[in-house]
């Protein structure tokens, strides 16, 4: 794997070196002794997946306050996705900064999201499929939202928000 540290201290693109032969092509998404070498967290407590029917579809932005903060590997599997993280470390030299990332079932691309991050994407295809390893089990009393419109972060979405579910939708405007 090769890992290319962002903007955004201590969150990673994670591209598959690829062994290819004449059947395709072999590569891996997940090393724990690569992961302990760039310091990144290497429990995972679940794996998640979302399948997205439409494009413009958004999810986010979503994390979880302490002591149930996730760490998260995602991956699309299928389609293609704009990913955006937040970084919410009050403490950071870039608290309030975010970025974007495609990621595709053809690039292969993975991001590695720290804990004390927002995250959320929306699909650039139709039928698009995700895939997260966490580091947490999901906590509801802990989970939070900001809302993707939020003003105090003026994101920049590729495409037109098509599709948003109530609750993602209803999420309130970001107060630290």
Same mark, same amino acid.
């Given at each position: 794997?090769?890992?290319?540290e962002?903007?955004?201290?201590?969150?990673?693109i @994670?591209e598959v070196?690829r062994?290819v032969?004449?059947?395709g092509?072999?590569g891996?998404t997940?090393?724990?002794?690569?992961?302990?070498?760039h310091?990144?967290?290497?429990?995972?407590?679940?794996a998640?997946?979302s399948f997205?029917?439409?494009?413009?579809t958004?999810?986010?932005?979503?994390?979880?306050v302490?002591?149930?903060?996730?760490?998260k @590997?995602?991956?699309?599997?299928?389609?293609?996705?704009?990913?955006?993280i937040?970084?919410?470390?009050?403490?950071s030299s870039t608290y309030g900064?975010?970025i974007?990332v495609e990621?595709?079932?053809?690039?292969?691309?993975?991001l590695?999201?720290?804990?004390?991050?927002?995250?959320?994407?929306?699909t650039l295809?139709?039928?698009?499929?995700i895939q997260?390893?966490?580091s947490q089990?999901?906590t509801p009393?802990?989970?939070?939202g900001i809302k993707?419109?939020?003003?105090?972060f003026d994101l920049?979405?590729?495409?037109e928000?098509s599709?948003?579910?109530?609750?993602d939708n209803s999420h309130?405007?970001?107060?630290?």
């Open positions: 794997m090769i890992f290319t962002t903007e955004l201290k201590g969150a990673f @994670l070196e062994i032969d004449e059947r092509f072999f891996r997940f090393c724990q002794k690569e992961f302990e070498k310091g990144l967290e290497t429990g995972i407590a679940q998640n997946m997205n029917k439409k494009k413009g958004v999810r986010g932005m979503h994390y979880q302490a002591p149930y903060q996730e760490t @590997l995602v991956k699309c599997t299928s389609g293609a996705i704009y990913d955006i937040i970084d919410l470390r009050e403490d900064k975010w974007g990621l595709s079932g053809e690039n292969n691309r993975m590695y999201v720290p804990k004390d991050f927002a995250h959320g994407f929306i295809e139709d039928n698009t499929s997260y390893l966490v089990f999901y009393g802990s989970e939070r993707w419109d939020d003003p105090k920049k979405w590729p495409i928000v599709v948003i579910s109530e609750k309130p405007y970001f107060t630290s």
